[in-house]
């Protein structure tokens, strides 16, 4: 629910980036502009997505200790320090996302379009046709374009995100800790 009422943001974020740098040329100076010359629906170009999308990661995720236990079984260790781990994690927690690709390409490619001068034109009207298009008129390449930037961000995220998290709660553990004694002490 959260991502399909993100969307706008993302579709804004997908213009922003296909525009032209150059002020004199800008399609559009802010996002209220952006929303004003767009339209309430064009903010919402592949949204179809979205639900298929958290389909599969549900079911990835629902899935995750079998693809553990594979995992294991294929990098031959469960040692905790080894490096394999590292990328077992990696694989396990952004796999969903890296299979998911294309069809983020082609989310992009719909979110891009636009009836303004200056933007692409309303070339798909979904994403399943955009999949297709780009598969028949680019090859399956296109759909893969900018897959290793964000393999590399997503790695990251993957990995971070747990350690933060613990050294966050590590860290409230010990202030709710110290926060009890001192309760104890004046009762």
Not at 10 to 39: E, H, L, P
Not at 112 to 132: K, W
Request: aromatic share 12%.
């Amino acid at each position: 629910m959260s991502e399909l009422v993100l969307h706008p943001l993302f579709v804004a974020q997908t213009k922003y980036i296909q525009q032209s740098r150059v002020k004199n040329f800008r399609v559009y100076q802010d996002i209220i502009q952006m929303w004003k010359k767009s339209g309430t629906k064009n903010m919402y170009l592949g949204w179809g997505a979205i639900l298929p999308k958290q389909a599969f990661l549900t079911l990835w995720n629902a899935n995750i200790s079998y693809l553990d236990f594979i995992t294991d079984e294929a990098l031959g260790t469960t040692d905790a320090s080894s490096f394999s781990v590292i990328i077992k994690e990696i694989c396990l927690g952004i796999g969903g996302y890296l299979l998911l690709y294309p069809v983020l390409t082609a989310q992009r490619r719909v979110a891009a379009q636009a009836n303004c001068i200056g933007m692409p034109g309303i070339q798909h009207r979904s994403v399943s046709m955009a999949l297709l298009s780009i598969l028949r008129t680019e090859g399956i390449s296109a759909l893969y374009r900018g897959l290793a930037v964000y393999s590399v961000g997503a790695s990251i995220w993957v990995l971070a995100m747990p350690t933060m998290t613990q050294f966050f709660w590590l860290r409230y553990e010990d202030s709710a800790r110290s926060e009890i004694q001192e309760l104890l002490r004046l009762g």
